[in-house]
């Protein structure tokens, strides 16, 4: 089947399995029979508030149905869903919605109006992109990224990378104003699944909603699987999930104790690795077959092609570390920012990720270059050392971040969310059993609530110049 509005495909699943669930959210569903004229009454709605062809909607709602019935009602308009976090503080809400001049900004679910109308049919227009996240990214300054993908699909063939099939009930575990649940959830509910949601993210039940709803497919980060696999043993073992096929996991680093750990749990076939930018320049899969005989790896380009160059820009050999260098395929524009400019070289694109390359060309990541720590003129990588303090079973969560040393240039410094108590002698000797002396933290920092947000994502940059003020003062 060839691809179609997003809007003419809801209304061919409405019609092909009207008895079958689209989504469900906290113990409440939405039968595919209703999720049609449901968003066309909201289309309309939507459209007497002055959306139209080629628009934006700035969607600020949390998980849930109501979200996913505000992006269908945007796309049938043709206008295009630009989602951002409910929680954000008005100040930092009214930048977006100043760089993105929307047609209508949602920050409550909105009601149909009692006169939308009951006509089931919409003419089919399509948007002109599919999304437009927002990012942060290592500037803390909002910025858009508008899909070079339009507002098509195509029902029987799902987004294939992640070994989707079509018709699979999917968990929604992390939050959707983030680019990975959107981008994967969306066409898992297009291909004509299920997709169970959790507003928030709980790891005991996320295995609870695996086993009741016979999930198959869920895309996690590797936050939510360590607190998944701290739950007690007989909790996390007591749970069928052999309805199962597939974990995928991307957006950070994966520490290799807890990759093996999921790997030797559910077994290679299941667990499955993506690392790409929302910008898609390029993108690369692996699986966990793949993986162990690649330890540590992120696959190889599955989308474009992909090179790692020092400062200058001059190639490097496999096995050195330089910057991730992204080329799309030939013709194919996959976004456009608004309130920033690429990182480009020649055509070649980077997100700012540093890496290296083996011998068969499997991409093995670093970590971010504004990240990277400089103390006593060694290249240190938080990633690196984060992935060691998360060994510890006191380590909930954390970010290691430089902060200014007069003597070293950059000190490492560990700012760290805890799930027991631990002193900072233990964990330096905990850490010096893994790593060498000189990336140990110097200092460790405890902090209330999350280090990481539910999609796993920390700014590190933010961290570091907020203690860096504290510093100074």
Known sequence: MASMPIGAAVRLLSERQPELPAITCEGETVWWRDLEPRTNR????FQRLGVGQGDFVTIGLPNGIAFYETCIAAWKLGATPQPISHRLPARERDEIVALVQPALVVTDPIGPDDDAGTDPILPDRIAPAFKAPTSGGSTGRPKIIVSGQDGTTDPESPFSLGARRRGQTEL??????????FVFSVPGLLSGGHLVVMTRFDASEALALIERHGVEWTMLVPTMMLRIWRLPEAERLGRDLSSLRTVLHLAAPCPVWLK????????????????????????????????????????????????????????LPAGEVGEIWMKPPEGRATYQYIGADARVRDGWESL??????????????????????????ANIYPAEVEAALMEHPAVASCAVIGLPDEDLGQRVHAVLELAGEVSDDELAKFLGERLVRYKVPRSFERVEGQVRDDAGKVRRGALAAERAG????
């Open 42 to 45: 909201l289309a309309r709605t």
């Open 172 to 181: 929604v575990a992390g939050p959707l104003y983030h680019n990975g649940p």
């Open 260 to 315: 093996h750990a999921w790997i030797d749990w559910l077994g290679p076939e299941t667990v499955v690795e993506l690392y790409a930018g929302t910008e898609a320049q390029g993108i690369t899969v692996i699986t966990g077959a793949e993986w162990l005989a690649h330890e540590g790896s992120v696959g190889l380009p599955r989308a474009g092609t992909m090179k790692i160059t020092d400062e200058s820009g001059l190639e």
């Open 352 to 377: 700012g990720d540093l890496g290296w390359m083996d011998d068969d060309g499997y991409l093995y990541l670093a970590d971010r270059r504004t990240d990277l720590i400089l103390a006593g003129g």
């Open 470 to 473: 504290t510093q100074d003062a």
